[in-house]
């Protein structure tokens, strides 16, 4: 892999990951990128590690550019090991850095890896570092998102480089979104935007408002913005804040999931009546079912939705196991600015939908109630009921989404 020089001086050292479909636990189907970025300059700076597995290729790229036992200084923004469990590796080459990090990272840092010998210097907020032409001001994110994240601003290059912030899942052959956009539409692009957000950063939309109020207060000069995944904002940096922007406001399509799973498909066969209601009432309506469907996956479709319907049977008085999970994972990452119902078939005593909707007010998410239940498998008459019932909740959906406009 060639490196790319992002700016003067700037270069993309990276690793494309195109075969990763599980990133711990998550599934990406279009790979993803570990991002690092070396800095030519008196001293050379060298940002971010990489995965282990791709310790010898960043470190193939750097010796495109530079001898490493000539960099000095390595910047730590992030100690999750997609970012630095390479450091071991690449510190063997370059044993005369000196790593700058955060207190915390420091810390995390000396759990996953021996940093004796090491230089270490921690920095934050305010803190600076010239290194010749450039000089690197560092900012703490932290539980952005991780306890330890920092971001490093290249003043003199205009260049905010956010780690995790801003990436995306993506591998690609191209490092820019306006290379990318050349290529591919821009749908592939934000799509892959929301289920990193969705996945990853949904619990911090207010600490995300806060630090992006924060950058613009320090009235910092961005013309490119290089997160450690994916493509680098290069054409259009403002297009990744907006969006980032408004999804910490809670921006959603006018659309309902319907999330669910059956045992002898009478929960399934109440989703199609119920999606047709929705539709008539003009919302827009996709079906996942939980079996089918990877975890972030149908995470990322409830974040894309302004509602959620949750189906599920009752077995032995509860919600379905896959449903449970479901609400386990939801309930984590702490969603706000939903609305949910819950539906479902139940053979005799009932419980599941009813626990579905005491797991919806748990998570403090508004609610339709009550939800809909059928004995046994659905009748012609139920399906009316179930139209009914998709009618009502994109009607409920419809003056909810208005708080959003
Ligand atoms: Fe990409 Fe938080 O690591």
Known sequence: MKTVEI???IYWVGAIDWAVRDFHGYV?????????????????T??????????????????????????????VNHIE??????????????PQATIYITERGKKGLERYVDTAGWAIKTVKSGDSLNIGKHTLHFLETPMLHW???MVTYVKEAKLLISQDAFGQHLATSQRFDDEFLG?????????????YYANILMPFGQLIKAKIAEIVKLGLEIDMIAPDHGIIWRGDPGRIIKMYSEMADGKADLAVAIVYDTMWHSTELMTVPIMEGIKDEGVGCKVITLRATPMSVAIK???????????????????FPSVAEFFYHLG?????????????SYGWGGGGVKEASEAIKKMGLEIMEPGMQIIYKPTAEDKIKCYEFGKDFACKVKEYHKKFD
């Open 7 to 9: 700016k003067p001086d």
């Open 28 to 44: 990406t189907p279009h790979g993803t990128t570990y991002n690092n970025y070396l800095i030519k300059d008196a001293q050379v």
């Open 46 to 75: 060298l940002v971010d590690s990489v995965k282990h597995d791709f310790a010898s290729t960043t470190i193939a790229n750097i010796k495109e550019v530079v001898d490493p036992s000539k960099i000095v200084n390595l910047i």
């Open 81 to 94: 090991p997609d970012h630095a469990g390479a450091i071991g590796e690449i510190m063997s080459v370059m």
């Open 147 to 149: 306890p330890d994240s």
């Open 183 to 195: 290529c591919y539409p821009l749908f592939e692009l934000e799509d892959s935007v929301k289920d």
């Open 301 to 319: 479709e409830f974040w894309k939705a302004r509602a959620t319907l949750v189906g599920t049977p009752t077995l032995n008085n509860v919600m």
């Open 332 to 344: 984590g990452l702490r969603p706000k600015n939903r609305l949910m119902g819950a539906f479902g």
